[in-house]
């Protein structure tokens, strides 16, 4: 029994104090309200100080300690089911737990760059507080009832910060797309948790792992399927994925620290927990595969022909979660998790970074405003950008060295987890009967890591090279540049220390052939496998190391030629004339790409109109006509034998004395006869 | 000696006459002057009983009756005068407001 593991409430504890104070406190007094400095310093500690006893309990285990679960209380007690507050501390759990309170806590600090100026200021940090309550609950939960909770605590936060600016119609519509496609998911993950518990009859993690014999295979296949369908809803995949890039309306940190690192890793996450039970339903596992690879081309082509700085992250992010699906069902549990944890660094970097960009273009709208110009421009769109270089260089420098991170180009961090995830799918090629979608999938998560790294150098090449666009775009800001500026420190701090770890968080996954290719000595480079080893499954590599080198190679040479081709067509102001060039190349399926496959609209007309159509014909006229008309119907029988009994009430005393007369008289007669 | 069903049978008319009063006349001063009648039926018939019998329990329940019949008007006139004063008649078939 790990010591340390005593303190692990307080990881969940002091959040929700947080949470506590701050929200009861600014709601309740003004003057509070505007301590943006003791708001902002005490929330970001509520996150920092639990990263320190997470990393403490972290360096107090190592990669054979058994799992330990922290019981607090019994939450739920009806018949046999019963169901803890507990927490379980292993290998798993404690690595999501460092993702989640670590790059929070940057965020939060950044945050308070970020939102200095706005009135919502405690709000905004309440909420973000109660996510990582949420968000430890369900990465730490030791039940499926207590994961539930955070994982709809997470759903009802990500609604609250995206529709953060509510009084925005646009926004706050997005927030409710974006609660209402995961009520989708949740529903089959539900589903999925009384199938559980009817084979096992409990939800807690030891009984199901302990039992996972019990599962015939169809109900393996089932119960995979729901909580892949959970999944999809919350980690934004094909079909449900639409709600993401929608939810770009948040405010900037929101969208790093949930819609890019942590909240949509969950479904991950999920299917990393039940490796096990998803081992035994290859079917189950070939659906995840395909939907991620579906999904992770879908995302890029789309991403390609977005013009929003923030759409194409999104994009991108809905594109690289599909690659982790597409780790998690060729087997790679432990390579979706490396991605997992890659990505949340350049990701949020990425996110923050942009953030930073938007920044500065609002400074430079709120400054034109002030010498009277009414300018109406899109400070998020990057045709209105370019050459940023020169006046943001920190953002600059963390934005490029996370680009190259996600592109994968060698050394970076999102190179050994991408190659790992293609590693894995080849493998899953040539053993099992599904090889040959596999590969498939393989050409697939190719094309979209070709795509990956164009559109992303796209993105940062326009941004941030060339000369800046907006004083020929906008008529009237032709001296705008006067007014772009870097952020405050406490934004470029978060962005250089998540840079770092975007170059370097690789290193905690060097794949084996990497060094087994030299050397003979039995070196264990691949600590992310070692320490996962107990927690999770994972299928065996079969490849030789040799076609692991020429994998490795294709996968480098894609990422290099695509860059070149990006630095060629977007590096000196020629976006515009490249965006029609690629457009003329590809046509019909160009415009296909810039309508999103035109999903929404699909969804539209197929689900929400019909939908709408039997609600307002069907159910609203059976409701009116039968439901109330029973109801109404009773009512006026009632009424009916009211208006005529009533007469009998005359009000004059005499009637009544009658009756009592009467009353008496046959009294009297009935005593006597 | 008159016999004790000639008493009887004046209560009873009175009585009768009581009822009627009430269950027919419209003022309200009226009426309570036949609820004091039914009173004093039932006073002959007890005082009758009384004698008959040889008891005095009667009798003595004779003044109870008195007593109870002398507050009885003084409550009832008083809530009459006060109906008359708010609607200006002591009609009781127009005060009719308990009713639909």
Redesign the interface.
């Given at each position: 029994m790990n010591p340390m593991a005593e303190y692990v409430w307080l990881i969940m504890a002091i959040p929700l104090a947080g949470f506590l104070i701050n929200g009861l406190v600014g709601l309740s007094s003004e003057t509070y309200r505007n301590q943006k400095n003791v708001i902002g310093w005490l929330a970001t500690i509520a996150v920092f100080v639990p990263f320190l006893i997470s990393l403490q309990i972290f360096l107090s285990m190592s990669a054979g300690s058994e799992p330990v679960v922290v019981r607090l209380f019994t939450w739920i007690e009806a018949g046999n089911f019963t169901s803890d507050v507990a927490y379980r501390v292993d290998q798993l759990s404690m690595l999501m737990a460092l993702v989640v309170t670590g790059v929070g806590a940057l965020i939060h600090l950044y945050s308070m760059g970020y939102m200095k100026d706005d009135e919502g200021y405690w709000k905004f940090f309440t909420y973000l507080n109660l996510f990582i309550f949420a968000m430890l609950n369900l990465v730490m939960a030791n039940n499926l009832v207590l994961l539930f909770l955070g994982w709809e605590g997470v759903g009802v936060c990500s609604y609250l910060l995206i529709g953060f600016w509510y009084k925005d119609m646009v926004k706050s519509s997005a927030a409710k797309k974006a609660f209402i496609y995961n009520r989708v998911g949740d529903f089959a993950f539900l589903i999925g948790m009384f199938l559980v518990f009817r084979t096992v009859g409990s939800l807690d993690f030891d009984v199901i792992f302990n039992n996972i014999a019990l599962f015939t295979p169809d109900l393996a296949f089932w119960v995979c399927v729901l909580f892949f369908v959970g999944a999809t809803g919350k980690s934004a995949q094909i079909p449900l994925f639409v709600w993401l890039p929608d939810a770009m309306a948040g405010p900037t940190p929101v969208s790093a620290l949930i819609h890019a690192a942590t909240m949509v890793t969950s479904g991950i996450y999920l299917i990393t927990r039940f490796s096990a039970l998803y081992m035994t339903s290859p079917e189950a596992m070939l659906l995840v595969a395909v939907i991620g690879g579906l999904t992770a081309i879908v995302a890029a082509t789309i991403a390609l022909t977005q013009n929003d700085i923030k759409k194409v992250l999104a994009y991108s992010t809905v594109s690289q979660l599909g690659f982790m699906f597409l780790a998690l069902g060729s087997g790679g549990y432990v390579a979706a998790m490396f991605h997992l944890v890659t990505h949340a660094f350049f990701k949020a970097c990425l996110f923050l970074g942009s953030g930073s960009v938007i920044h500065a273009m609002h400074h430079v709208e709120h400054e034109l405003d002030h010498e009277g110009k009414k300018l109406k421009f899109d400070p998020q769109d990057m045709r209105n950008m370019g050459g940023l270089r020169k006046y943001m260089p920190s953002t600059y420098k963390t934005f490029m060295i996370s680009t190259i991170a996600i592109a994968g180009l060698p050394f970076f961090s999102g190179f050994f987890s991408k190659d790992e995830i293609l590693a894995y799918l080849f493998n899953a090629g040539m053993v099992g009967e599904y090889g040959a979608i596999y590969f498939v999938l393989w050409g697939l998560a190719l094309v979209a890591a070709f795509l990956t790294t164009f559109y992303m150098f796209r993105l940062t090449l326009t941004t941030f090279h060339g000369t800046f666009k907006l004083p020929a775009k906008v008529k009237g800001a032709e001296d705008s540049a006067k007014y772009l500026h870097e952020s405050p420190m406490n934004m470029t701090l978060p962005l250089w220390v998540l840079a770092i770890l975007a170059i370097f968080g690789g290193l905690i996954g060097i794949p084996e052939f990497f060094v087994s290719t030299f050397t003979t000595a039995d070196v264990n480079v691949n600590w992310l496998y070692e320490w996962l080893r107990g927690v999770t499954t994972r299928e065996t590599i079969v490849l030789s190391v040799t076609t692991m080198w020429i994998l490795a190679f294709i996968a480098i040479a894609v990422a290099v030629i695509s860059t070149l081709l990006a630095f060629r067509m977007y590096n000196s102001d020629n976006a515009d004339a490249s965006d029609a060039a690629i457009k003329k190349r590809f046509g019909a399926l160009y415009t296909v790409w810039e309508d999103k496959y035109k999903l929404d609209e699909v969804y539209e007309s197929t689900i929400i109109k019909p939908g709408f159509n039997i609600s307002d014909r069907g159910l609203a006229v059976f409701d009116i006509k039968v439901v109330d008309g029973t109801v109404n119907a009773i009512g006026s029988i009632v009424q009916f034998f009211g208006s005529l009994l009533?007469?009998v009430?005359?009000?004059?005393?005499?009637t009544y004395?009658?009756a009592f007369?009467i009353g008496v008289i046959l009294i009297i007669g009935l005593l006597i006869f | 000696m008159i016999g004790l069903e000639l008493y009887l049978g004046v209560s009873a008319l009175l009585f009768v006459i009581g009822v009627l009063g009430v269950l027919v006349r419209k003022n309200a001063i009226v009426v309570f002057m036949c609820v004091e009648l039914m009173l004093s039926a039932v006073n002959i018939s007890l005082v009758a009983f009384s004698s008959y019998m040889g008891d005095v329990h009667g009798m003595i329940l004779v003044f109870f009756v008195l007593c109870v019949a002398a507050a009885e008007a003084c409550v009832g006139l008083a809530i009459v005068i006060a109906i008359y004063r708010n609607n200006i008649t002591a009609d009781i078939s127009k005060i009719n407001l308990l009713r639909w």
């Open positions: 009533r007469f009430q005359t009000g004059v005393i005499q004395a009658i007369v | -």
